[in-house]
């Protein structure tokens, strides 16, 4: 959960900024309607108010209650978008590869850094036909990495049927 990219966020809190003014503007309006919604109910107990009248404030009170969860929503939104502008890892490890530089624009899915955990390592291989048919989910398999001279046992998470290009 370390932070490894924070993005400019300034427009974000200014929107985040106008998302509150306008809950608490809101507010202000669902209260007053409320209020005047009270006073419509004692005159027309008392039939000191047509229903017309009645009818408008008991309207308006529906509209500024909707407008309150509008606005509600419009912060909880600015909130979210402004939680995206700062990265956080999802997993412990080492940042191996950085794509992009301070000052850089990003877009949605672009691959900014890479984590590499070592231990959640995977490995890719391609098998006969033949064997690849034994092979299931979830089986454990003696594995061998000569490179790194490197022997452990490895869990098969799936098997992707697959051909070759040149055969």
Known sequence: ???????????????LKQAEASLTSAQVRSE???????RAEQLKSKKAISQTDFDAAQAAMK????????????????????????????????????????????SPGQILLTLFDPTHM????SVRES???????????PTRLD???FDCEATISEVVPESDVAS
């Open 131 to 141: 064997l690849a048919m034994k092979l299931k989910p979830g089986q454990l398999l």
């Open 1 to 15: 959960d370390q932070v490894l990219v924070k993005l400019d966020d300034a427009d974000l809190q200014a929107r």
């Open 63 to 106: 509209s500024a209650a909707a407008e309150l969860e509008r606005a509600t929503q419009a912060v909880t939104e600015s909130q979210v978008m402004l939680d995206y502008a700062t990265i956080r890892s999802p997993m412990s490890g080492t940042i191996i590869d950085k794509r992009v530089e301070v000052g850089d624009t990003v």
């Open 147 to 149: 490179a790194l001279d």
């Open 32 to 38: 007053q309607t409320k209020t005047e919604f009270g």
């Open 122 to 125: 995977q490995m890719v291989a």
